[in-house]
């Protein structure tokens, strides 16, 4: 079945520091690829969504994103942590030729960011 | 104010009372959609709609119904809730099939935690 992968259900960092989420799809086809924050206590909102225009795609509050399909990946990034960043973040993806309904989500990663 | 506003956002309730979990949006969306979330697991689809009486089953559709009379609503029922449905809920709107067009994310709305004892 088709799915998305994201390493690691936690990932801690420093204020200041890279992060780095990974994301990683299963599909020979790039399908479109979206990454979503979700904040305590409310829904998900979208940060940057891949849809074959670009392969460096920049997003909401500093956050990028780059699609590389020899490695069906699309890994988050921002290059200074702020506290505010504190969240948890989705991975999705919507494969072409499946489910024309389905968005498929990865199981997410918390992010924390000591001081 | 575009939003998707569900209700309730709390609900404790007991094994096999029928409740229904209202979702509507402001935005004449045509697609919306159904998910549970729970610890471990991510966010998994319950039901989805491309458009107004039309709907499709996602990946966890058993012990679920939903219907899409009016294009601004979708509410989600639990005919026979049980404790295996306790879970936080979201519903999510999009203009059309998020991806189909450059400006189509999708907009969730805050929530809805169900609790079935």
């Known amino acids: 079945a088709q799915s998305v992968t994201q390493l690691g259900s936690h990932v801690s960092v420093s204020e200041g520091a890279l992060v780095l989420l990974r994301c990683n799809y299963s599909?020979?086809?790039?399908?479109?690829l979206f990454w979503y924050v979700q904040y305590p206590n409310q829904g998900l909102q979208l940060l940057l969504k891949?849809?074959?225009?670009?392969?460096l795609v920049k997003g909401i509050n500093g956050f990028e994103a780059e699609f590389k399909k020899s490695e069906t990946s699309f890994h988050l990034t921002k290059p200074s942590a702020h506290m505010s960043d504190a969240a948890e973040y989705f991975c999705?993806?919507?494969?072409?030729?499946?489910?024309?309904?389905?968005?498929?989500f990865g199981k997410g990663t918390k992010l924390s960011v000591k001081p | 104010e575009a939003q998707v506003t569900q209700n309730p956002r709390y609900l404790i309730t007991v094994t096999g009372k029928k409740l229904t979990v209202t979702c509507s949006q402001n935005?004449?969306?045509?697609?919306m959609s159904w998910y549970r979330q729970d610890p471990g697991l991510g966010l998994r689809q319950i039901y989805y709609?491309?458009?107004?009486?039309?709907?499709d089953k996602g990946d966890v559709p058993e012990g679920y119904k939903v219907s899409r009379k009016e294009k601004r609503n979708f509410p989600l029922i639990l005919e026979s809730p049980s404790p295996n449905q306790t879970s936080l809920y979201f519903c999510?709107?999009?203009?059309?099939?998020?991806?189909?067009?450059?400006?189509?994310?999708?907009?969730f709305g805050n929530g809805t935690r169900l609790t079935v004892t």
């Open positions: 999510a709107s999009s203009v059309s099939l998020p991806g189909q067009r450059n400006n189509s994310p999708l907009h």
């Open positions: 599909s020979s086809v790039p399908p479109y």
């Open positions: 891949y849809t074959s225009a670009a392969t």
């Open positions: 999705a993806v919507i494969y072409y030729g499946g489910s024309q309904g389905n968005l498929i």
């Open positions: 935005m004449n969306h045509e697609y």
């Open positions: 709609s491309m458009n107004v009486e039309v709907t």
